[in-house]
Nanobody, 124 residues
Framework: QVQLVESGGGLVQAGGSLRLSCAAS????????MGWFRQAPGKERNFVTS????????FYVDSVKGRFTISRDNAKNTVYLQMNSLKPEDTAVYYC?????????????????WGQGTQVTVSS
């Protein structure tokens, strides 16, 4: 099973940018479809974006389209989430997830491995 560790979270002002990283170990990340989810305080964990094993295909939730970009570097066993034009409503714990069962996941049930999360706080 792959182990996932997120990093790059922090406090940023509205309009700012952050880049999250998800480092994988234990298995080659190229065999996994990858995704990012987020969970705001008192709310459910929600899908944000995903990327196929090859990186050729991506999918985004409407609220982040045009602002967030998911990418992967299979040689470094790492997946990234570039977040631009951040808004206070983007404040959440962000989780990286991996799937061997689908080519491009779009929901939590598609993913079997999860990281511990990294906090992103956007101040207004």
């Amino acid at each position: 099973q792959v182990q996932l560790v997120e990093s790059g979270g922090g406090l940023v002002q509205a309009g700012g940018s952050l880049r999250l990283s998800c480092a994988a170990s234990g298995r080659t990340v190229s065999t996994y479809a990858m995704g990012w989810f987020r969970q705001a305080p008192g709310k459910e964990r929600n899908f944000v974006t995903s990327i196929s094993r090859s990186g050729d295909n991506t999918f985004y939730v409407d609220s982040v389209k045009g602002r967030f970009t998911i990418s992967r570097d299979n040689a470094k066993n790492t997946v990234y989430l570039q977040m631009n034009s951040l808004k206070p409503e983007d404040t959440a714990v962000y989780y990286c997830a991996a799937s061997r069962s689908v080519e491009l996941g779009i929901g939590a049930l598609d993913f079997g491995s999860w990281g511990q999360g990294t906090q992103v706080t956007v101040s207004s």
